[in-house]
């Protein structure tokens, strides 16, 4: 009968090469488009066209943000060539008040983290002897947990119990747009798109949250729908 030892060294073996082998056809696999779930409100009026505008910027927007935060200058660059290519004209800020349309952006950011666990503690892939660095777990001399704990990080593992780690947080991203007449200052239309992903803040999306959030202006039907704009090709 194997050693119990040589029987986890392969089991261990086996469940990294599952883990490599995983990470390699998901490098390959880069995203060809981004994916956005989109509603729209209010009917832009018939006829009318979409004419001059100007950005229109809330006290609050104006008010330092915080660190890492979106500047309302990025958000404004990021929806300008979908406003342009749907026939708005861009007035200069002294010219503001001429404008037939008011445009106010919008972005929220939900980052939520996520915890991994580990069933196998340092023995399987994610262990002190997988693809973590050691020092991002803790754990017993023994393998089943019959001696005293040994600490390694902020997690714990008992033997046959769980550790855990953290994994890449998941991101929702939500922009908004609002046409207002700047005359009556009725709402003209809203639309909102948001984009989920894993990882970091990516601000190299929302040029593509703006343009699926006006996707199909001025006749957007109502009612939430998910729209894919395709990456321009060499794009990260």
């Known amino acids: 009968m194997a050693h119990p030892g040589i029987l986890r060294s392969v089991l261990r073996w086996f469940m990294l090469l599952g883990v490599v082998c ?8 880069a995203a060809t488009s981004v994916t956005s779930q989109v509603q729209s409100f209010g009917q832009w009026p018939p006829g009318r066209q979409p004419g001059t505008f100007a950005f ?5 927007q104006q008010a330092p943000q915080q660190p890492g935060a979106v500047s309302q200058d990025k958000l404004q660059a990021a929806a300008l060539p979908t406003l342009k290519a749907l026939g708005f ?20 950011v939900r980052v939520e983290p996520r915890l991994r666990y580990e069933p196998y503690g340092p023995f399987g892939p994610f262990g002190p002897w997988g693809l973590f660095p050691p020092g991002a777990y803790a754990y017993p001399h023994g393998p089943y947990g019959r001696s005293p704990s040994h ?5 714990v593992w008992w033997g046959p119990g769980w550790a855990a780690s953290m994994e890449p947080p ?12 700047r005359h009556t200052s009725q709402v ?9 992903r894993l990882g970091a803040v990516d601000e190299s999306v929302l040029p593509y949250l703006f343009q699926a959030a006006l996707q199909d202006f001025p006749d957007a ?13 060499g794009a990260p």
């Open 151 to 155: 600490w390694r990080g902020g997690s």
């Open 170 to 181: 998941w991101v929702t991203l939500r922009v908004s747009v609002i046409l207002r007449d």
């Open 56 to 60: 229109d910027v809330l006290p609050s």
């Open 188 to 196: 003209l239309h809203e639309t909102h798109a948001s984009h989920d």
């Open 22 to 29: 995983g990470v390699v056809w998901l490098s390959g696999c």
């Open 89 to 108: 004209t861009l007035l200069p800020t002294d010219q503001a008040e001429r404008a037939d349309v008011l445009v106010q952006l919008g972005l929220s």
């Open 221 to 233: 039907p109502s009612g939430p729908r998910v729209i894919d704009i395709p990456l321009p090709q």
